[in-house]
């Protein structure tokens, strides 16, 4: 088991920066990647960063390109999650996941943190 747990959200104006931290426990050195995804209201949950563990692999979705940074400190079991220039679609609940192997899927999340971006 993985136990994540997320913080840094809160509400910010368009343009602001956050940073975003989830901290590992449990099996930790069982975990092959880790990724950020968020859900807006009323829409689906979406991918929007991952990086291996070993932080060799890094992938974004095409929205967040460019303005957020994910990042990982192995010996604080901590993946980071820079998000620059925010905007008002970035509003949405961020959560944190963990895989556990190269052909499993994202299987063990976090509880979420509201990130809320105004206009």
């Known amino acids: 088991q993985v136990q994540l747990v997320e913080s840094g959200g809160g509400l910010v104006q368009a343009g602001d920066s956050l940073r975003l931290s989830c901290a590992a426990s449990?099996?930790?050195?069982?975990?092959?990647?880790m990724g950020w995804f968020r859900q807006a209201p009323g829409k689906e949950r979406e991918f929007v960063a991952s990086?291996?563990?070993?932080?060799?692999?890094?992938y974004y979705a095409d929205s967040v390109k460019g303005r957020f940074t994910i990042s990982r400190d192995n010996a604080k079991n901590t993946v980071y999650l820079q998000m620059n220039s925010l905007k008002p679609e970035d509003t949405a609940v961020y959560y944190c996941?963990?895989?556990?192997?190269?052909?499993?899927?994202?299987?063990?999340w976090g509880q979420g943190t509201q990130v809320t971006v105004s206009s």
């Open positions: 990086i291996s563990w070993s932080g060799d692999n890094t």
């Open positions: 996941a963990a895989q556990v192997a190269v052909d499993a899927n994202f299987d063990y």
């Open positions: 449990g099996r930790t050195f069982s975990v092959y990647a």
